[in-house]
């Protein structure tokens, strides 16, 4: 609680004084990541307190040491001495966090890897071994990781500076109105759920988001679409198609469906169709980071998915 004799003071600055143990840069990530809080409401870093204002920060849990190594079977669709790429199933975890500290992509990874001697880059610290970038649980398809800190780093730079080329399939609930499209909005944190991001205007947490997409396929209520996010952030994809009116299909959250049942689309009942968001990293072109080689890598749209455009298409 702000009281009387700090009122007016920026938030960093109250937060500096309060909590002497953390460092001012921890400080500023937590502000920059929404993890602080004013009377409800995420805050930035210059907001002017006021007496009797209720300051909430989240602090995160204490790292944990790295994964462990678990013989999970995976689908490699590149693999030398210095990066790798997966066929990433849906379900998987790419690295441990609260909640999902097994069944990894990190475990596995370090289980296939770390037994031929070369194992996975620690730049991502050690919870996230060679891991580059990630997909969402649920989300299947292409992932790349390194084996060396010097690949980490070239692979890294070039998602920074967006050359890598990411093209996604996804069945989505309703149709987009146009055929192809450009959808420019910024992404921040979602004002009342936590796990949940939104197009957001002006800001703390909001950054640009720029995603294409191209109907590939339209059916009754649902399509098939490629989409190409030409920036990286949370939930991108999801939250740009939910944005237009078409969240991506048997996405809980921002669709409000976990289940696809076959009477959805008036087919007989019977199994479920779906039980995860149809979304399928299906390819990704980057550059080898030890010969500079332009690489196509492809994993081919999963089984669920097929099944469900097979009941569209009969519907």
């Given amino acids: 609680m702000v009281a009387p004799e700090s009122a007016g003071l920026r938030l960093d600055v109250f ?16 502000i920059e990541k ?9 805050a930035r870093a210059s907001v002017k307190l006021k ?30 001495e210095v990066m790798a790429a997966v066929n990433k199933p849906a379900g998987m975890v790419v690295h441990p966090a609260k909640g999902n500290w097994k069944g990894t992509l990190a475990g596995a990874l370090k289980w296939h890897l770390e037994r031929e001697g070369a194992g996975l880059s620690s730049l991502g610290g050690p919870t996230r071994p060679g891991i580059v970038h990630r997909l969402d649980r649920d989300t299947s398809g292409v992932i790349v990781v390194a084996r060396s800190e010097d690949a980490h780093h070239r692979l890294a730079k070039q998602f920074e500076r967006r050359t890598v080329e990411k093209t996604y399939l996804a069945i989505t609930q309703g149709q987009p109105s146009f055929d192809r499209d450009e959808i420019s909005a910024p992404i921040g944190i979602h004002p009342y759920q936590r796990e949940k991001m939104a197009v957001r205007q002006d800001h703390a947490t909001s950054r640009e988001a720029v995603t294409r997409y191209e109907v590939i396929e339209r059916f009754r209520g649902a399509a098939l679409v490629r989409v190409a996010p030409k920036t990286g952030r949370t939930h991108q994809i999801r939250v740009h198609l939910a944005h237009i009116g078409c969240p ?24 479920p169709l779906l039980t995860r968001q149809a979304l399928h990293a299906a390819s990704l072109a980057i550059d080898h980071p ?22 569209l298409r009969q519907a």
């Fill in 34 to 42: 929404g993890a602080v809080r004013v009377d409800g409401v995420v």
């Fill in 15 to 30: 937060l500096a004084r309060m909590i002497p143990d953390q460092s001012r840069s921890f400080l500023a990530r937590a």
């Fill in 51 to 80: 007496a009797g204002s209720l300051v909430c920060l989240d602090v995160p849990e204490p790292p944990r040491a790295g994964p462990a190594a678990e013989e999970i079977p995976l689908d490699f669709l590149l693999l030398d």
């Fill in 290 to 311: 030890a010969t500079g080689e332009r690489l196509q890598l492809a994993a081919p749209l999963p089984a669920d998915m097929e099944g469900m455009l097979a009941a």
């Fill in 248 to 271: 991506v299909l048997c996405d809980m959250l921002y669709s409000g469906r976990s289940v696809i049942e076959p009477t959805l689309f008036g087919l007989s009942a019977g199994p």
